[in-house]
């Protein structure tokens, strides 16, 4: 896997600009929609993996690394949608197989409710639902714009938000009961997320509100295209994106290994081309 160039490039739509990564030139598209907070940095992998055999477009969602915001506002996940859809148009993409990741799996299931025609199939990898105390608990305390000042320290909150979204779940519960046990990834690549949150640090938190506050549980049922559910077995999202497979007209459920596993890039590839394979 590996191998090819992604580059990069703007786009104008309705709102503003949006910044993409895009890799291949044969196949059906594939659109690449990430996970909060980052950018489209964080599929890269992704996006290599798939560049010999598809045409890949991975945009910042609005609001995230390089792409402008819808507005100063919270958004909703169809809003955020509508400008995935927007992005499509832009770039002369009629028909797409859509990846979306945690909050990007949210507007992933969104974009394919609100363009049905549009999209062929749809793999959904990590669906949350949040409600009652723990949706309450979450917006007031997760995500927050990491406001610019002048001694630095919002760089050193930035920083700590990042890690600890490694070690814990939530990441600020640094309990034992609370501790993720997939260790922290590379220097490298938390240097790379960190830029990117950085980038977009009095926005990027807009998007996740949106994504903790969107009813997973009443839009499932409403997506008709085929559908793959995925989550790495050490996802915090695990549990739920198994009960939610089960709302989906066309859906199935696919266990990846562990996010730290050697065999996880591969294993969510082919998982990935057996559901095209079987859905074309």
């Known amino acids: 896997m590996g191998g090819t160039a992604v580059k990069r490039g703007f786009v104008d739509v309705p709102h503003g600009q949006m910044h993409y990564r895009y890799a291949g030139q044969n196949g059906e598209p594939l659109l690449v929609l990430h996970a909060s907070p980052g950018s489209s940095r964080q599929q890269v992998k992704l996006i290599e993996d798939f560049a010999a055999e598809a045409r890949v477009y991975a945009p910042d969602t609005p609001g995230n690394g390089d792409s402008d915001a819808l507005s100063d506002q919270e958004p909703t996940i169809p809003e955020l949608a509508a400008a995935a859809l927007a992005f499509m148009d832009a770039v002369g993409l009629q028909k797409v197989r859509v990846y979306g990741s945690h909050t990007g799996a949210a507007i992933a299931a969104e974009l394919a409710i609100l363009a049905p025609e549009r999209i062929s199939a749809l793999v959904l990898d990590g669906v949350s639902l949040m409600v009652g105390e723990e949706l309450d608990e979450i917006l007031a305390t997760y995500a927050f ?74 839009r499932m049922e409403l997506i008709s295209c085929p559908t793959l559910v995925t989550a790495a077995v050490n996802d915090p999202l695990y549990d739920s994106s198994v009960a939610l497979e089960k709302l989906l007209a066309e859906g199935s459920f696919v266990a990846l290994p562990r996010l730290d596993a050697a065999e996880f890039r591969a294993a969510r590839h082919d998982a990935m081309v057996a559901f095209f394979v079987g859905k074309a």
């Open 145 to 218: 714009p990491f406001e610019p000042d002048l001694d630095g320290a919002y760089l050193a909150r930035l920083f700590q938000f990042c890690r600890d979204q490694y070690v814990f779940f939530p990441w600020y519960r640094r309990t034992r009961a609370g501790r993720r046990d997939g260790g922290l990834g590379s220097a490298a690549d938390l240097h790379a997320w960190i830029v990117e949150v950085m980038k977009a640090s009095t926005t990027y938190h807009l998007n996740y509100r949106a994504a903790f506050k969107w009813p997973a549980d009443k």
